[in-house]
């Protein structure tokens, strides 16, 4: 099996902060206008079915099974539920959050881009092998929201009030904030 993520396959998304901030995770509804689901990281990718699994789709109309190369811009959608809305960032970062850097609150959108490019998001690969601009699994990402060309980076900022959830998700204006590995994602495919 190749290990390139392609369009249309289904991935984990583990934040290493501390070396294990958790798995990007919907949990429960949003009140935020046009949203969908609230999310935050869980301690498992499988906190409920489908919860913690993301699809893998082109912002720029690359064909399904296509390979994701680092700057692409991408749309993630979630499983739970068959469909669980895009991710996508939908009003201010908490007043804690905006204190360290945060711009940004991250939910799902019932559908893409809900304002603008609310629910686009650019990727880049911190490395991978071999060096040929392609993102595989067990890279390590940062994922960028192009929302008015400034959206920030997905990040986790404070513990999460959600049942069964880890940290809440913004977005960062800062790459590396504290230098904690925040912003910092680890692609990994589900298991059978």
């Known amino acids: 099996m190749a290990n390139e993520l392609r369009y249309g ?74 469909n669980g809305g895009y991710l996508d960032v939908n009003g201010a970062a908490s007043a804690g959050q905006q204190s360290s850097g945060g711009i940004y609150d991250v939910t799902t959108a019932w559908g893409k881009d809900r304002d603008e490019n609310s629910s686009r998001w650019q990727i880049f690969d911190t490395t991978s092998a071999p060096l040929d601009g392609l993102v595989r699994f067990n890279d390590t990402v940062q994922l960028w929201s192009t929302y008015h060309n400034r959206g920030g980076f997905l990040d986790t900022n404070d513990v999460s009030t959600a049942t069964g959830a880890r940290y809440d998700v913004d977005t960062s204006a800062y790459s590396n904030r504290a230098n904690a590995d925040v912003a910092f994602w680890k692609v990994l495919r589900p298991q059978p």
């Open 9 to 82: 396959d289904r991935l984990h998304l583990q934040n290493l902060y501390q070396g294990d901030g958790g798995y990007l995770d919907t949990n429960g509804t949003s009140s935020a206008p046009g949203a969908k689901l609230a999310v935050s990281t869980a301690p498992t990718a499988t906190r409920a079915p489908g919860t913690g699994t993301w699809e893998i789709v082109s912002g720029s109309c690359q064909a399904a099974g296509s390979p994701v190369r680092s700057g692409d811009i991408v749309y993630l959608r979630n499983l739970w539920d068959g």
